[in-house]
């Protein structure tokens, strides 16, 4: 606290994020983790050949994904490749025609149409078949992925650029980081300004947000300096697609990317062609790129629409489930008019409704698709590895995955699945929590001051959440719903003071529970709130707990001890005062952080307060 300068609230939130070393705490403000690129081994191969082709003026070919990361970092290298003059296209596939990944038929067409170098992004690190196939038509293969390689080991028999392959020292980077990387190493290797690479940090902050990797070390460094640079981005595409989608580019944000812009470039490739969204950003047209953002606008509320019928239809099946299914630690849920467009953000949906791992399956011509998300603890390709009998083919990483299956092994796959979800979920994990990291001492108020420094700890998004804070003892008031009766607002206060208005998002049911006279612990996260030209702490309530009734005795009894001669102390007393590290000088944390005072708070009334 003292030697960072800081509150002591962040000062709380940095010691429970395991930043206790004021030096490593430094460093993480400073958000300036960078590796060259370089560190990626075997790199040098990669540019080379790339290099190569490039002064041979060969075709060469970019083959991308559908999803937002795939589309980034496909641009993110067309326009490094354009930039040294390559004679480069660009290939993404259908999710319908083509479905994930680089294959045989893409191959063949490649081949058919004059390409010379193949240079996947976001994909190929299992395509081992495919590359080979690439190889004996006659191209040369450069293979850039950031996904889980095959479980046998195998690899593509091609130059590599992967993260965790080659041993770089971020392993998390998305796809577009590792494009972003190898157009800086390119730029270098052609006697050019690596930084060069810069200019689309931007697409890199696009795709690292809306990929959900996790933002620690380079990739926070990375979200940071791009979302700087999507605020100033001279892109027509990305500022057609901030105008379309309401996005304040002055303001843009996690949040901005997350909902806004990350799902309209998604729509493209879920429910029409990832062509349009690459144009986009490609683009140096401003009238071309209106006309592609209008487009991924209707594409969206079309796909809003599917999913919002979907998300219906899987929860009446779950509801139709006998009790010992519903009860299993992992889900799949089939349905043979699902559009595999949007199963993914569906399934999304249900492990924020269930609390465990979810797969959903849709039905098409021949193999059904399904895809996968995952709750922190389980590692959901290592269950579709384990389930790899039942699956024709399969691909992801720990938090999201996709796979394809035969229609009559569904349930079988869903037995498979359940059983090992069963081995390896502990039954607490399915049970949602708060984790809280910081208890406001009495007294605090929420500033705009406060929210301002904690924003230091931003981007926020997996590996490093929100901050949520802790407000003990408050009462609540002037409480209504909101938002067509789905959300709930009220007032905070605290020992008589008013602490602020609180938002509850979907909360609206606690209504009554709410109203009840009492004390409450809210769990909040604090957000600036800019509305009308106006800026001001907003409480975004993420949990209200029944306050504890035996609070106030316990506090009353302590400070009864602390009275005392220290040799006359009860020694629970005494244990509390030195896990709070109480002293004469004062002390400002509050009594719920410590272990052994929440203890006594279930335990019998002490003796000493009858």
Same mark, same amino acid.
């Given at each position: 606290?003292?030697?960072?300068?800081? %509150? /002591?609230?962040?000062?709380?939130?940095?010691?429970?994020?395991?930043?206790?070393?004021?030096?490593? =705490?430094?460093?993480?403000?400073?958000?300036?983790?960078?590796?060259?690129?370089?560190?990626?081994?075997?790199?040098?191969? &990669?540019?080379?050949?790339?290099?190569?082709?490039?002064?041979?003026?060969?075709?060469?070919?970019?083959?991308?994904?559908?999803?937002?990361?795939?589309?980034?970092?496909?641009?993110?290298?067309?326009?490094?490749?354009?930039?040294?003059?390559?004679?480069?296209?660009?290939?993404?596939?259908?999710?319908?025609?083509?479905?994930?990944?680089?294959?045989?038929?893409?191959?063949?067409?490649?081949?058919?149409?004059?390409?010379?170098?193949?240079?996947?992004?976001?994909?190929?690190?299992?395509?081992?078949?495919?590359?080979?196939?690439?190889?004996?038509?006659?191209?040369?293969?450069?293979?850039?992925?950031?996904?889980?390689?095959?479980?046998?080991?195998?690899?593509?028999?091609?130059?590599?650029?992967?993260?965790?392959?080659?041993?770089?020292?971020?392993?998390?980077?998305?796809? $577009?980081?590792? =494009?972003?990387?190898?157009?800086?190493?390119?730029?270098?290797?052609?006697?050019?300004?690596?930084?060069?690479?810069?200019?689309?940090?931007?697409?890199?902050?696009?795709?690292?947000?809306?990929?959900?990797?996790?933002?620690?070390?380079?990739?926070?460094?990375?979200?940071?300096?791009?979302?700087?640079?999507?605020?100033?981005?001279?892109?027509?595409?990305?500022?057609?697609?901030?105008?379309?989608?309401?996005?304040?580019?002055?303001?843009?944000?996690?949040?901005?990317?997350?909902?806004?812009?990350?799902?309209?470039?998604?729509?493209?490739?879920?429910?029409? /062609?990832?062509?349009?969204?690459?144009?986009?950003?490609?683009?140096?047209?401003?009238?071309? $790129?209106?006309?592609?953002?209008?487009?991924?606008? +209707?594409?969206?509320?079309?796909?809003?629409?599917?999913?919002?019928?979907?998300?219906?239809?899987?929860?009446?099946?779950?509801?139709?489930?006998?009790?010992?299914?519903?009860?299993?630690?992992?889900?799949?849920?089939?349905?043979?008019?699902?559009?595999?467009?949007?199963?993914?953000?569906?399934?999304?949906?249900?492990?924020?409704?269930?609390?465990?791992?979810?797969?959903?399956?849709?039905?098409?011509?021949?193999?059904?698709?399904? %895809?996968?998300?995952?709750?922190?603890?389980?590692?959901?390709?290592?269950?579709?590895?384990?389930?790899?009998?039942?699956?024709?083919?399969?691909?992801?990483?720990?938090?999201? &995955?996709?796979?394809?299956?035969?229609?009559?092994?569904?349930?079988?796959?869903?037995?498979?699945?359940?059983?090992?979800? $069963?081995?390896?979920?502990?039954?607490?994990?399915?049970?949602?929590?708060?984790?809280?990291?910081?208890?406001?001492?009495?007294?605090?108020?929420?500033?705009?001051?406060?929210?301002?420094?904690? +924003?230091?700890?931003?981007?926020?998004?997996?590996?490093?959440?929100?901050?949520?804070?802790?407000?003990?003892?408050?009462?609540?008031?002037?409480?209504?719903?909101?938002?067509?009766?789905? /959300?709930?607002?009220?007032?905070?206060?605290?020992?008589?003071?008013?602490?602020?208005?609180?938002?509850?998002?979907?909360?609206?049911?606690?209504?009554?529970?709410?109203?009840?006279?009492?004390?409450?612990?809210?769990?909040?996260?604090?957000?600036?709130?800019?509305?009308?030209?106006?800026?001001?702490?907003?409480?975004?309530?993420?949990?209200?707990?029944?306050?504890?009734?035996?609070?106030?005795?316990?506090?009353?009894?302590?400070?009864? +001890?602390?009275?005392?001669?220290? &040799?006359?102390?009860?020694?629970?007393?005494?244990?509390?005062?030195?896990?709070?590290?109480?002293?004469?000088?004062?002390?400002?944390?509050?009594?719920?952080?410590?272990?052994?005072?929440?203890?006594?708070?279930?335990?019998?009334?002490?003796?000493?307060? &009858?």
């Amino acid at each position: 606290e003292e030697q960072l300068g800081v %509150s /002591h609230t962040l000062a709380q939130v940095l010691v429970r994020r395991g930043l206790r070393d004021p030096a490593e =705490a430094a460093t993480w403000l400073r958000a300036d983790e960078a590796h060259p690129p370089g560190a990626f081994a075997g790199i040098d191969v &990669a540019t080379g050949i790339i290099l190569r082709h490039v002064s041979a003026r060969s075709r060469i070919t970019v083959h991308g994904d559908y999803d937002v990361d795939g589309v980034c970092s496909t641009a993110i290298l067309v326009r490094a490749l354009r930039e040294l003059g390559a004679d480069v296209d660009w290939f993404l596939p259908g999710r319908r025609e083509d479905g994930y990944g680089l294959s045989t038929a893409t191959v063949d067409r490649l081949a058919a149409r004059g390409t010379r170098l193949l240079v996947t992004v976001d994909c190929g690190i299992t395509a081992v078949d495919e590359v080979a196939g690439a190889r004996r038509a006659g191209m040369d293969v450069v293979v850039t992925d950031h996904h889980s390689p095959r479980a046998d080991g195998v690899l593509p028999d091609a130059p590599i650029v992967h993260p965790a392959v080659c041993r770089y020292p971020c392993e998390d980077l998305c796809a $577009a980081g590792v =494009a972003y990387k190898l157009a800086a190493a390119l730029a270098q290797a052609a006697g050019a300004d690596p930084r060069a690479a810069d200019a689309d940090l931007d697409l890199v902050a696009l795709a690292t947000l809306a990929d959900v990797v996790p933002l620690l070390d380079e990739n926070r460094s990375l979200a940071i300096a791009g979302l700087r640079g999507l605020a100033r981005t001279q892109k027509p595409g990305l500022r057609a697609l901030m105008r379309v989608s309401g996005v304040d580019a002055a303001a843009v944000d996690t949040g901005a990317v997350a909902f806004r812009l990350g799902p309209r470039i998604n729509a493209a490739g879920r429910l029409g /062609h990832p062509g349009i969204a690459l144009e986009l950003l490609l683009t140096e047209d401003g009238e071309t $790129a209106r006309g592609h953002a209008a487009r991924l606008e +209707e594409l969206n509320r079309e796909r809003q629409a599917v999913e919002g019928r979907i998300v219906r239809a899987a929860l009446e099946q779950v509801e139709s489930w006998p009790e010992a299914r519903r009860r299993r630690r992992g889900y799949v849920l089939a349905g043979e008019d699902w559009h595999e467009g949007v199963i993914g953000i569906v399934a999304s949906r249900l492990v924020e409704r269930f609390h465990r791992p979810v797969v959903l399956i849709a039905g098409a011509a021949g193999e059904w698709k399904g %895809s996968g998300r995952s709750i922190p603890s389980f590692d959901l390709h290592a269950a579709l590895g384990a389930c790899a009998p039942y699956l024709e083919r399969f691909g992801g990483h720990r938090a999201a &995955a996709g796979l394809s299956i035969r229609p009559e092994r569904v349930d079988d796959f869903a037995e498979a699945f359940a059983l090992h979800a $069963a081995g390896a979920v502990d039954e607490d994990e399915l049970i949602p929590s708060t984790r809280v990291d910081a208890v406001l001492p009495r007294g605090t108020k929420l500033t705009l001051e406060l929210c301002s420094e904690l +924003e230091r700890l931003a981007p926020f998004g997996l590996g490093n959440p929100e901050v949520t804070l802790l407000a003990p003892g408050c009462r609540l008031s002037d409480l209504v719903t909101v938002g067509d009766g789905k /959300h709930l607002r009220f007032r905070i206060g605290q020992d008589g003071a008013d602490g602020g208005s609180g938002i509850a998002f979907g909360q609206a049911g606690q209504l009554d529970r709410l109203r009840r006279p009492g004390t409450y612990d809210v769990a909040f996260s604090p957000q600036e709130n800019r509305w009308n030209g106006t800026v001001a702490p907003q409480l975004v309530v993420r949990r209200v707990f029944d306050g504890e009734e035996r609070f106030e005795e316990l506090r009353r009894w302590l400070v009864e +001890e602390w009275r005392r001669d220290e &040799a006359e102390r009860d020694q629970r007393a005494a244990a509390i005062f030195e896990e709070l590290e109480f002293s004469e000088a004062g002390g400002r944390r509050h009594l719920l952080e410590s272990t052994l005072f929440r203890a006594l708070l279930t335990e019998p009334p002490l003796a000493q307060a &009858a």
